[in-house]
Structure formats: C-alpha cells, structure tokens
C-alpha cells in the first residue's frame, strides 16, 4: 500500500508540473498571437499597394509602352547611321542598319511607317550612290587593248578590276534584296527603290557603254586610216585587221554581259541596260561599214580582194553577232547581217566587172583619138590580173562559192563560148574545176587584150617586147615561179595555152627584132664586092641599132632565167650565120682594110648579144 500512495504521489507531482509547463506555453502563445495580428496590421496596406503595382506591370498598355520606348531607342541609333552613310571600306554595319529598318517597316504596324519609310529610302539611295560612285571609278581607269587578249575564251577581258569588284558584290547582294513592287506590291517604299535601282542601273551602261568605246576607238581609228589608203595588195591583211577588231568587239560585249549578269541591280532588266552599253559599239561598226562601202565603192577591183576577205570573215561572225548584239540586247537591226549581204553583191559583182576591165584594156583608141605609148614594161592589166588570180588560194572557199552562185562560165556575161560552159555541158563541176576554168577564161581574155595592145605600137620591134614581156610575166607568176599556189589551178589546157602564146610572142620578137640583121647576110651573087661591104655596114649598124633598143627596151627584166635561155636562142640564130658569111668572104678581097668593115669577131658578137639581156 505504501508502495503504490507514493507512486501516486509522485504520479501528482508530474501532473502539477505539467499543468504548469501549459500554462507557461498558453501564455506564450497568445503572446505571439498578439504579436501576428500586430504584424498582420502592419503588412496589409503594403500587400495592397503591392498587389496593384503587379496588376498595372502585367497590362498590355505597359509592355506596349515599354516596346515602343525601345524601338524609338532602335530606331534613333539606325537613323544615324542611314544619314551618316556607308563606309567604303565596310558597308557591313549600314547594309545591316538598312535591313532591320526595312523588316521594322514591314512587320510592326503603320504608326512607325512615315519616319521609317524616309530612311529605309534613303538608305536605298545612299547604297545605290556609293554603287554607281564605285562604278565610276573602275570606268575612269586606263581603257584596254581588247585585240590584246583575243583569242577569248581562253584569254579573259578584264572589264571591272577585281578589287572594285569585290567591293560591289555586297552592296548589290543587298540592294538586289529591298523590296521591289513586283515582290512587294505593298510595301510603301518599294516604287521608291524600284526607280532608284532602275536609274542606278542606267547610270551603270552609259559608263560601261562609254568606257567600252573608248577602248575600241584607238584600234578604230587606225583602221579608218588604214581604210583610206587601202591598195590591192594590202586588201586580205586589212580585211583580217577589220575582223580582228570586231571580234574583239564581240567579245568585249560578251564579257560585259557577263559582268553585267554579276553586278545588276536589276536583273529583269539587264536586257535593256546591255542594249544601252552596247549602243555605242554598234555605232562605231555601222560608221567603220559605211567607210568600208565608201572606199569599194570608188574602185570595186583595187579593193575587191579587201571585199572578198570582209565577206567571208564577216559572215563567219554571224552568229555570235546574232547572239550577243541581237538577242541579249533585243534588236531587231541586224548590220552585220546587212554588211555581209551587201559585199556579197560586191563580189559577185566583182568577176564579171573583172573580166570586162581586162577587156577594155585591148580596145585600142579611136583614130582621132591621142595615140598612147605602152612602152615595152609589163602592162598594169597584166599586173592587176596576176595580183588579182594570186589572192584565189587565200580564199579559195569563198571564191567558189561566189563563182557557183554566179554559174560556170557566167562570169563572161555570155560574150562567147567558155571553157567551163564546154567541158562540164553535162555534169556539175567542183570547186576545184571551177576555179580553174575562171582562170582559164581570165588568162585566154588577158593574152586576147595583150595581143591586141602590142598592135597599138607603131614600131614592130617594140611591140613584139611588149608582148614577150607580158605574156612572159604571166607564164612565170602563174606557171613556172608562182608565189603563191595559184599553179594548183592553171589547169592543162590553160598551160599550153600560156606556152603557145610565149612561143608566139618569141617568134614574134625575133621576127620583129633579128629578121633585118640576118637578112643582111643572105647572099647575094650580083651583089659583088661592094655589096659584101654593104652587108657587113648593114649587119653591124643594125646590130648597133638593136643593142641601142635594147639598153632602153628591157627584155624579160623579171624572169633572169627567161633572158639566159633568150640570149641562148638569140645567139644560136645569128652567130651561125654570121661565122658562115665571114668563112665565105674571108678568103675573098673584097676590102684592102676588111676591119674597116667586120667590126667585131663572132665571139665578140656573141658578147655583144648577150649584153642584151643582162
């Protein structure tokens, strides 16, 4: 019993305690209470004032507010560096500043457009300024020599210096992205670049136009002299400078095309700008075939072989003159096209008036007309007419062409039979054939004139010279030392044609020439002493009379062989004669003083004879 009093004594004392431990913690706690609803009184008018600043911070109103703070901050520091302009050495930064105002403009409402359109046109023009400025530059440079760098390709032109080059790559990257009213019917600004960019872009052709020009003109000019002065003999080299120049021409238009491909504003309308840089190249070709006309027209066969050279190396040009100033340009004129027709009119023109010019040239005087000396030289219609057949191989594909289009034989005009005409009656001919039966007829009309021009010589002697040396000079031109492969079409027939004629002529000039020195030797039986003296006087002032022609009257003066080979025949004919007439009366005393009388031995004749042809 004591046991369990006492545990429920101390069981007392531990509730007593604890009741004591809550009143304390009660206390406490309603302390803190106070001290919570005191706080609680304190913080309330702060959370209020709180709570509405965080609904004003989350309205539209503010953000809008905030954002166009932020764009006008934007848009102030882009328009100073619109007005400011681009750096040449990094339009980078002005190219960007552009750009973001272009996509504000586009994107974020009308109420920005007034201020924003003004810069992103400015900006526009201030690209397009420096574009042309750098243009301007690279046309202000030291022009080309475009024949220089043919043939192209492989050689490139070099039209814009790459390093200018370089430096408008990135502009027109960037110009080329503004927006256009084909692209952006409604962007506000876009008419305002179109018409930017458009005169840009014209700006570019008239300088490139003007620059391409002045690169041509010192070679055209040279060509316009050349022109002027032209002669037979120049006529194909001339005719190869002038096609020289205008591929160099064309090419210098083709590779401003491809520049211009690089560099356009606007490509849509590349067409229209290469057609006004290419402009004054046409203008140059048209004057220089206006000249070229001028000057065949005064004389067709001075300059026929220059025609002849134009036609076919023109006509080889066609069709990148059809591509490059036509179709990339959109013309419809054609001036090449029209030059080539007009020498090919030329040209065929050319044969028959040929022929007919030879012709004339054996038409001796009327008789009350003044007699004209020929001399005993070769004949300018002779010359002409080896000058004339030795142009043939040069050209011979365009030659034939002409004469097949002409037809064998029709180069006569119908004035008599032609060779052509009678040997190819029943088949077509080649060109090859047809070449040589032009030459025929030309050869047989020449020999034809020359016969009848050494009639106009009133001493025999001098025109049977005549005659040798022409008909000589043509048989070695064309025959025996041709410079040129001119004998590859002197068919057979119309070599022995030259050769009867050289044999007639020879015999011709002997018979004019030595017939009264040797008749002087014939033999007279009633003649007697005094009339072997006669004939001694009368072979050696004749002889005298000869060598007297002959140191005046050149013999074959161009064909060295020729006069060795006539002073051979020369000699073999009168020496003979001369040794039998002086054996014969050497024993006869028909002189007290003979030397008075044989002037010279037959081996000093012989000399004498020789001399003749040195």
Same mark, same amino acid.
């Given at each position: 019993?004591?046991?369990?009093?006492?545990?429920?004594q101390?069981?007392?004392?531990?509730?007593?305690?604890?009741?004591?431990?809550?009143?304390?913690?009660?206390?406490?706690l309603?302390? *803190? #209470?106070?001290r919570?609803?005191?706080l609680?009184?304190?913080?309330?008018?702060?959370?209020?004032?709180t709570h509405?600043?965080?609904?004003?911070s989350?309205s539209?109103?503010?953000?809008?507010i905030?954002?166009?703070?932020?764009?006008?901050?934007?848009?102030?520091?882009?328009?100073?560096?619109?007005?400011?302009?681009p750096?040449?050495? #990094?339009?980078g930064?002005?190219?960007?500043?552009?750009?973001?105002?272009?996509?504000?403009?586009?994107?974020?409402?009308d109420?920005?457009?007034q201020?924003?359109?003004?810069?992103?046109?400015?900006?526009a023009?201030?690209?397009?300024?420096m574009?042309?400025? %750098?243009?301007?530059?690279?046309?202000?440079?030291?022009p080309?020599?475009?024949?220089?760098?043919?043939?192209?390709?492989p050689?490139?032109?070099?039209?814009?210096?790459p390093?200018?080059?370089?430096?408008?790559?990135?502009?027109?990257?960037?110009l080329?992205?503004?927006?256009?009213?084909?692209?952006h019917?409604?962007?506000?600004v876009?008419p305002?670049?179109?018409?930017? %960019?458009?005169?840009?872009?014209?700006?570019?052709?008239?300088?490139?136009?003007?620059?391409?020009?002045?690169?041509?003109e010192?070679?055209?000019?040279?060509?316009?002299?050349?022109?002027?002065?032209?002669?037979s003999?120049?006529g194909?080299?001339l005719?190869?400078?002038v096609?020289?120049?205008?591929?160099a021409?064309?090419?210098?238009?083709?590779?401003?095309?491809e520049? /211009?491909e690089r560099?356009? %504003? =606007?490509?849509?309308?590349?067409?229209?700008?290469?057609a006004?840089?290419?402009a004054?190249?046409?203008t140059m070709?048209?004057?220089?075939?206006?000249?070229i006309?001028a000057?065949?027209?005064?004389? =067709?066969l001075?300059?026929?072989?220059?025609?002849?050279?134009l036609?076919?190396? =023109?006509?080889?040009?066609?069709?990148?003159w059809?591509?490059?100033?036509r179709?990339?340009?959109?013309?419809?004129?054609?001036?090449?096209?029209?030059?080539?027709?007009?020498l090919?009119?030329?040209?065929?023109?050319?044969?028959?008036?040929f022929?007919?010019d030879?012709?004339q040239?054996?038409?001796?005087?009327p008789?009350?007309a003044?007699q004209?000396e %020929?001399?005993?030289?070769?004949?300018?219609v002779t010359?002409m007419?080896?000058?004339? /057949?030795?142009?043939?191989?040069?050209?011979?594909?365009?030659?034939?062409?002409?004469l097949?289009t002409?037809?064998?034989?029709?180069?006569?005009?119908?004035?008599g039979?032609?060779v052509?005409?009678?040997?190819?009656?029943?088949?077509?001919?080649?060109?090859?054939?047809l070449?040589?039966?032009?030459?025929?007829?030309?050869?047989?009309?020449?020999?034809t004139?020359l016969t009848?021009?050494?009639k106009?010589?009133?001493?025999?002697?001098l025109?049977?010279?005549?005659?040798l040396?022409?008909?000589?000079?043509l048989?070695?031109?064309?025959i025996?030392?041709p410079?040129?492969?001119?004998?590859?079409?002197?068919?057979?027939?119309?070599?022995?044609?030259l050769n009867a004629?050289?044999r007639?002529?020879?015999?011709?000039?002997?018979?004019?020439?030595f017939?009264? =020195?040797?008749?002087?030797?014939n033999?007279d039986?009633k003649a007697?002493k005094?009339?072997?003296?006669?004939?001694?006087?009368t *072979?050696?002032?004749?002889?005298?009379?000869i060598a007297?022609?002959?140191?005046?009257?050149?013999? /074959?003066?161009?064909?060295a062989?020729?006069?060795?080979?006539?002073?051979d025949?020369?000699?073999?004919?009168?020496?003979?004669?001369?040794?039998?007439?002086?054996?014969?009366?050497?024993?006869?005393?028909?002189?007290?003083?003979?030397?008075?009388?044989?002037?010279?031995?037959?081996?000093?004749?012989?000399?004498?004879?020789?001399?003749?042809?040195?």
């Open positions: 019993m004591d046991d369990e009093a006492a545990d429920i101390l069981l007392d004392q531990y509730l007593h305690k604890t009741s004591q431990i809550s009143t304390r913690m009660t206390s406490i309603k302390k *803190f #209470d106070d919570l609803k005191h609680e009184k304190s913080i309330l008018p702060l959370h209020t004032s509405a600043l965080t609904r004003i989350d539209n109103t503010l953000q809008s905030d954002k166009v703070a932020s764009n006008q901050q934007d848009t102030a520091a882009e328009e100073a560096v619109i007005l400011r302009g750096r040449s050495n #990094d339009p930064p002005y190219i960007d500043a552009l750009e973001r105002l272009n996509a504000t403009l586009a994107f974020r409402g109420r920005f457009n201020d924003t359109t003004q810069l992103v046109e400015t900006g023009k201030k690209l397009s300024q574009y042309t400025k %750098l243009v301007a530059e690279a046309c202000s440079g030291s080309i020599d475009p024949i220089s760098h043919l043939p192209s390709p050689n490139p032109f070099p039209t814009i210096p390093q200018i080059l370089k430096s408008l790559q990135p502009l027109v990257s960037a080329r992205r503004l927006p256009l009213p084909a692209t019917p409604s962007h506000p876009a305002q670049i179109y018409n930017t %960019l458009k005169e840009a872009q014209r700006g570019y052709g008239e300088m490139r136009g003007t620059w391409a020009k002045k690169s041509l010192q070679d055209y000019r040279q060509l316009l002299g050349q022109i002027e002065t032209a002669s003999a120049n194909l080299d005719a190869r400078d096609g020289q120049w205008v591929e021409l064309l090419a210098l238009a083709q590779a401003e095309h520049t /211009l560099v356009a %504003l =606007l490509p849509s309308s590349i067409q229209s700008t290469f006004a840089a290419s004054p190249l046409v070709f048209s004057s220089l075939l206006s000249t006309q000057t065949i027209k005064k004389s =067709l001075t300059h026929v072989w220059f025609a002849f050279g036609w076919g190396i =023109l006509g080889n040009l066609q069709p990148v059809d591509d490059v100033m179709q990339r340009t959109g013309r419809k004129e054609n001036e090449l096209s029209e030059a080539v027709h007009a090919r009119g030329v040209c065929l023109r050319s044969f028959p008036e022929i007919m030879i012709k040239a054996g038409i001796p005087p008789p009350n003044k004209i %020929l001399g005993t030289a070769v004949a300018d010359k007419t080896v000058a004339f /057949l030795n142009q043939i191989p040069d050209l011979q594909g365009t030659i034939s062409a002409a097949r002409l037809g064998d034989g029709n180069w006569k005009m119908g004035d039979p032609s052509g005409k009678m040997a190819s009656a029943e088949s077509e001919v080649d060109d090859h054939t070449l040589e039966h032009f030459c025929h007829d030309v050869v047989v009309t020449l020999t004139s009848s021009l050494s106009i010589q009133r001493r025999a002697s025109s049977s010279i005549f005659l040396n022409n008909v000589s000079h048989r070695t031109k064309l025996l030392e410079t040129t492969p001119i004998d590859e079409f002197i068919s057979s027939n119309t070599q022995n044609h004629q050289y007639v002529a020879k015999a011709a000039y002997f018979e004019a020439n017939t009264v =020195l040797l008749s002087s030797l033999e039986k007697g005094s009339g072997t003296k006669e004939k001694f006087a *072979f050696f002032d004749t002889l005298e009379e007297e022609r002959h140191r005046f009257a050149r013999v /074959l003066g161009d064909d062989n020729g006069r060795d080979g006539l002073a025949d020369v000699v073999r004919l009168v020496i003979p004669a001369l040794q039998r007439f002086m054996q014969k009366h050497k024993d006869k005393e028909f002189s007290k003083n003979p030397q008075k009388y044989i002037k010279a031995t037959p081996e000093e004749v012989e000399t004498q004879i020789r001399n003749f042809y040195r």
